[in-house]
């Protein structure tokens, strides 16, 4: 796997834990110590020798529980259900970004129930960080345009997100 990009793309995370959930603490302080920024960059860094992106972009990353991402996925997407990652792109696909474009490009949001991935980790018998990657790298192919409508371009964004999973070199702790 080649990951030299054309240019150093600098990616700002924000991210917002708003999570009021019960997970037990071994599991919330694992969450608090992920590098969110460090893996956005690789990750961001990674994408952009397939992507035309600008120096700069940010992305927002909140960490919720199952209650609240329930509320974002009625209002958003009229599924009154909870889910694992909600992506929410502040760009249209096919925008056009001018050569000379200075300002940081906003790429999005994206929603992650800790509760939902603290279920389907147990289930996939793997940790939670490992999951959270995963539901990260769903979520910010999401933001670049990615989709997958049938069982073709879901395979292609599995194993463009086994490729990013790959480049975190995450611990298998559980």
Partial sequence: MDITAKQLVNAV???ENLYEGSLIDCSLSSV????????????IQFLDS?????????VGLRLTDDRQIQILNHQYRS???PTDVLAFAATEVDITIPQDFEEPLY????????DTAARQ?????HSLVME??????HGLLHLLGWDHPDAHSLKQ??????????????????
């Fill in 79 to 81: 599924l009154d259900q």
């Fill in 13 to 15: 995370v924000y991210v």
């Fill in 32 to 43: 608090k110590s992920i590098p969110w920024s460090s893996w956005f960059q690789m990750w």
């Fill in 107 to 114: 790429l999005g949001d994206i929603v992650i129930s800790l």
């Fill in 132 to 137: 959270l990657a995963w539901l990260a790298s």
């Fill in 157 to 174: 964004m599995l194993n463009r997100q086994s490729d990013l999973i790959q480049l975190v070199e995450i611990q298998p702790s559980y």
């Fill in 50 to 58: 397939q992507t035309v992106m600008t120096k700069e972009c940010e």
């Fill in 121 to 125: 980790a147990q289930a996939q018998n």
